[in-house]
C-alpha cells in the first residue's frame, strides 16, 4: 500500500498538471479510489489538495460517485454478462455507493458545521476587536479635547494677569526714578532667573534625547513583542490613569494662574501701603528665588518619572503604541506650556514685586 507521503506527491503532480479545481478533485478521487483502494471522502480531499472553497471537494466527491454508478450500471446491465454474475455486481456496487454515500454524507454535514462555528467566531472576534478600538478612540479623543479646552482656558488667564501686570507696569511709570538703587540686585536676580531658564532648557533638552532614546528601545522592543496584544491592553489602563492625573494637574495649574491673578490684583490695591516697607520685602523675593530652585528641582523629578514611565512602555502594541504615544506627547506639551507659562508668570511676577518695592526706599540724605 501506497504511502501518505506516496500519495501528496502525486496529487502535488496533478496539481501541477490541472488548474481547474472540480476536474483536480475528480482526479484525486480516482487516484484514491481506484490506485490506492482509499474510500475518499471531502474531509480527506480537502486535506490532501487544499483548494478551492470548503463546498467543492462535497460537489467533486458527489459526482464522483454518480460516474462510477452509471459505468457501474453499464457494465451490470451488459447483456454477455449471466444473470448471477448481474446481481453480484449490482450487490456489491449497491453496497460500496450506500457507504460512500453515507461516509460523504457525514463528512459533508461534519464540514460545514465546523465551517459555520469558524466563521461564527471569526465575526464575534472581529466585531469584539472593532468595539474595543472604538471605545479606545472615543477616549482618546475625549482626552484629547479636554486638554485642548483647559489649556485655552489657563492661557486666557495668563492674557489677563499679562495685561493687569501691563496696567500695574504704566502705572508705577513716574516713580521708576527711585528703583536705581535696586537695580544692581534686581540685575542679579535676573541672571539668576536666566541661569535657572538655562538649567531648565538643559533638562528639557536631556529629557527629550531621552525621549528619543526611549522611543527608539520602544521600537525594537515592539518588533519583538508583536503578539503582546495583553500588555498593550493595560498599558492602555495605565494611559487612561496618566490621562486623568494630566487632567488634574491641568485644573490644579488654572485655579494657581486664577489664584496668582487674584493676588496680584489685591497686591495693586495696596501697593501704595506696602511701598513704606519695600526693605522689609526684600526677603520675600529671596523667598521667590528660592521656590524657583525648588520649583526645578521639581521638575528634575518629574523628569525622572517620566524617564521611568518610558521604560515601562517599551513592551506595547505596534498600532496601539503609535495611538498612545501621540495621546500623551500631545498631553506632555500641553503639560510643558503650562508648566513654563506657570515658570514665567512666577518670574515676573518676582520682578515686578521687586520693582515695586523699590519704589519704597527712602531717599538717602
Not at 502525486?10 to 482509499?38: K, M
Not at 467543492?56 to 464522483?64: G, I
Not at 488634574?248 to 501701603?273: M, S, W, Y
Request: with cysteine.
Amino acid at each position: 500500500m501506497s504511502t501518505e507521503q506516496e500519495i501528496r506527491s502525486e496529487i502535488e503532480t496533478l496539481r501541477q498538471q490541472i488548474p481547474e479545481t472540480q476536474a483536480l478533485y475528480r482526479e484525486a478521487c480516482v487516484l484514491l479510489f481506484f490506485r490506492h483502494g482509499i474510500t475518499p471522502t471531502a474531509n480527506k480531499l480537502y486535506q490532501y489538495v487544499r483548494k478551492g472553497s470548503m463546498s467543492a471537494p462535497a460537489e467533486a466527491l458527489a459526482r464522483f460517485w454518480d460516474d462510477l454508478r452509471e459505468k457501474s450500471r453499464v457494465r451490470i446491465e451488459h447483456p454477455d454478462l449471466p444473470e448471477t454474475l448481474k446481481a453480484a455486481a449490482g450487490e456489491l456496487v449497491g453496497g460500496l455507493w450506500a457507504q460512500a454515500q453515507a461516509a460523504a454524507r457525514a463528512d459533508l454535514a461534519l464540514f460545514r458545521a465546523e465551517a459555520d462555528d469558524k466563521v461564527v467566531a471569526a465575526e464575534r472576534a472581529r466585531d469584539e476587536s472593532a468595539q474595543d478600538c472604538e471605545r479606545v478612540q472615543r477616549q482618546l479623543d475625549e482626552a484629547r479635547e479636554n486638554a485642548g479646552r483647559e489649556l485655552a482656558e489657563a492661557r486666557a488667564a495668563t492674557r489677563a494677569a499679562a495685561e493687569c501686570s501691563l496696567q500695574l507696569e504704566r502705572e508705577l511709570v513716574a516713580e521708576r526714578a527711585a528703583s536705581e538703587a535696586l537695580g544692581r540686585q534686581l540685575a542679579e536676580a535676573a541672571r539668576q532667573r536666566a541661569a535657572l531658564e538655562n538649567s531648565l532648557a538643559d533638562a528639557r533638552r536631556d529629557f527629550a534625547g531621552e525621549l528619543d532614546k526611549s522611543r527608539q528601545a520602544l521600537q525594537r522592543s515592539e518588533e519583538r513583542h508583536e503578539a503582546a496584544e495583553k500588555r498593550a491592553l493595560l498599558e492602555i489602563e495605565r494611559e487612561r490613569g496618566n490621562a486623568a492625573r494630566l487632567q488634574k494637574e491641568l485644573a490644579r495649574l488654572r485655579q494657581d494662574a486664577l489664584d496668582a491673578a487674584e493676588a496680584q490684583r489685591v497686591e495693586a490695591a495696596r501697593l501704595h501701603d506696602e511701598l513704606a516697607a519695600l526693605r522689609q520685602r526684600l526677603g520675600v523675593s529671596q523667598g521667590s528665588l528660592a521656590e524657583m530652585r525648588v520649583h526645578n528641582e521639581a521638575l528634575s523629578t518629574q523628569l525622572q518619572s517620566l524617564r521611568t514611565l518610558a521604560g515601562e512602555r517599551e513592551m506595547k502594541n505596534t498600532l496601539l503604541q503609535r495611538e498612545l504615544e501621540q495621546a500623551r506627547h500631545e498631553a506632555e506639551v500641553a503639560g510643558q506650556a503650562l508648566a513654563e507659562l506657570r515658570t514665567r508668570f512666577a518670574a515676573r511676577s518676582g520682578e515686578r514685586g521687586l520693582r515695586r518695592r523699590a519704589l519704597a526706599v527712602p531717599p538717602k540724605e
